[in-house]
T-cell receptor
């Protein structure tokens, strides 16, 4: 059974609209991450969290917010979606910062 | 700037051959180094990792070498197989203390031809 799940798996959004991507993990991990994947850029870290009710900025946080209401759940919020945010988004979890990361299946977001 | 730089974005090797993927990093504090494998339309999975207290780790056909003085680590794949065809992502991070995270390279697409 998948330990990191993401919803939705794909989404089409309009420019300027609000988008919320959700991630749920059953690994009992403290660390959770949001990455975006673009061709030629690999995985870039947007936000991450190592404890509930607290989030940290990653390498490319502009235009994104994150929310960690519980150990199991981590959301990525695009308040005003833009064309440049079209990408595949991966959520991941790990027991601690220097440990193996377990990735969700990804969410393909298209902003029109 | 990019903290982990991965060279050779695309490589082709014949089945049975040996392949070397390279990664350079900038941060002296990095003490954890990993290689992830990603198939198209799938999520990345950990292939092999090593901590800075060793300079080599082997797991079957896969070996990671770490050169701390040169801020460089590499993945060697022997006896390449068609199922090795994938994108390989290197990652590194400073893992001490809370709030640590990994930086990923841009990925290298490997094709193993029959």
């Amino acid at each position: 059974e998948a330990a990191v799940t993401q919803s939705p798996r794909s989404k089409v959004a309009v420019t300027g609209g609000k988008v919320t991507l959700s991630c749920h993990q059953t690994n009992n991990h403290d660390y959770m991450y949001w990455y975006r994947q673009d061709t030629g850029h690999g995985l870039r870290l947007i936000h991450y969290s190592y404890v509930a009710d607290s989030t940290e900025k990653g390498d490319i946080p502009d235009g994104y917010k994150a929310s960690r209401p519980s150990q199991e759940n981590f959301s990525l919020i695009l308040e005003l979606a833009s064309l440049s945010q079209t990408a595949v988004y991966f959520c991941a979890s790990s027991l601690w910062g220097g440990d193996e990361q377990y990735f969700g299946p990804g969410t393909r977001l298209t902003v029109l | 700037g990019q903290q982990v730089k991965q060279s050779s974005p695309s490589l082709t090797v014949q089945e049975g051959g040996i392949l070397i993927l390279n990664c350079d990093y900038e941060n002296d504090m990095f003490d954890y180094f990993a290689w992830y494998k990603k198939y198209p339309d799938n999520s990345p999975t950990l292939l092999i990792s090593v901590r800075s207290n060793v300079d080599k780790r082997e797991d079957g056909r896969f070996t990671v070498f770490l050169n701390k003085s040169g801020k460089h680590f590499s993945l060697h794949i022997t006896a390449s197989q068609p199922e090795d065809t994938a994108v390989y992502l290197c990652a590194a991070g400073a893992t001490q203390g809370t709030g640590s995270k990994l930086s990923f390279g841009k990925g290298a697409k490997l094709t193993v031809s029959p």
